[in-house]
Nanobody, 119 residues
Framework: QVQLVESGGGLVQAGGSLRLSCVVSGTYFSIRDMAWYRQAPGKERELVAGISFGGITNYADSVKDRFTILRDNAKKTVYLQMNSLKPEDTAVYYC?????????????WGQGTQVTVSS
């Protein structure tokens, strides 16, 4: 079983910064892609940023130049550095990973962490 534990969410004023962390534990061969998604009230869950095992990143247009995704493979952790936060960034943020298991790749979600940006 694989567990993802997120932290770092909270309340911040517009223009402020937060750093989210997601630590992976459990039994698996290796971690492949890691990503952050978010879901605002009444909206569908959307991809915010992703990073491959080799460090290739991709971002939603709405967060480019403001958010940075990083991973520390030794610590089994993925981070989302969020700068210049806007009220529209308010959402529950979820960590998502693909891991290699015997004979297959499996996908896991974290429990989510709330980010609230006040105007």
């Amino acid at each position: 079983q694989v567990q993802l534990v997120e932290s770092g969410g909270g309340l911040v004023q517009a223009g402020g910064s937060l750093r989210l962390s997601c630590v992976v534990s459990g039994t698996y061969f290796s971690i492949r892609d890691m990503a952050w998604y978010r879901q605002a009230p009444g909206k569908e869950r959307e991809l915010v940023a992703g990073i491959s095992f080799g460090g290739i990143t991709n971002y939603a247009d709405s967060v480019k130049d403001r958010f940075t995704i990083l991973r520390d493979n030794a610590k089994k952790t993925v981070y989302l550095q969020m700068n210049s936060l806007k009220p529209e960034d308010t959402a529950v943020y979820y960590c998502n990973i693909d891991v290699n298991q015997p004979l297959r790749t499996m996908n896991y979600w974290g429990q989510g962490t709330q980010v609230t940006v006040s105007s």
